[in-house]
């Protein structure tokens, strides 16, 4: 019988793992979220913050699943990730057409806030792209782009 350590690391030696581009995604993800966080932290955002107001700011107010979709989230991890966002008053939920939908819009303080952390935003692109190449980025963006319509 097979401990889970022998298992782990026989799946870890196979070819297939190895390839494996969820995990490559993921950690190459990780790592790139990580550069733009150490940047955002001088604006009190964090990346995922700092992409919401970007939405909204050019979307104006969305439904949470209308964020949601542009977020490519899923509907509650949205709502999860929205609160510390309302909570700093940087986003305001107001209710929809209907009972069941809630708007999401920037605030005047949301769009100040935005507004400083592009500096911050464009010190990390800068960064990313002085290591990873222009070009190279260029071309990593429209990749990641395709896979994102992937079904």
Not at 15 to 41: E, G, K, S, V, W
Not at 46 to 73: C, E, W
Not at 127 to 140: K, Q
């Amino acid at each position: 019988m097979q401990t889970t350590s022998e298992t782990e690391a026989d799946i870890a030696e196979t070819p297939d793992f190895m390839a494996c581009n969820c995990l490559a995604i993921r950690q190459a993800a990780r790592q790139i979220t990580q550069l733009y966080d150490r940047h955002m932290a001088a604006a009190g955002l964090t990346t995922s913050q700092y992409s919401i107001l970007a939405k909204l700011s050019r979307l104006g107010p969305l439904s949470i699943n209308a964020l949601a979709a542009q977020m490519v989230m899923d509907r509650t991890t949205t709502g999860r990730a929205i609160q510390p966002l309302e909570r700093d008053k940087l986003v305001a939920v107001d209710a929809g057409s209907d009972a069941r939908t809630k708007l999401v819009r920037l605030t005047a303080a949301g769009a100040k806030r935005f507004k400083a952390a592009v500096g911050c935003w464009r010190e990390a692109q800068h960064e990313f792209e002085r290591a990873y190449g222009a070009d190279a980025s260029a071309a990593l963006r429209a990749a990641l782009a395709r896979i994102t319509t992937i079904g």
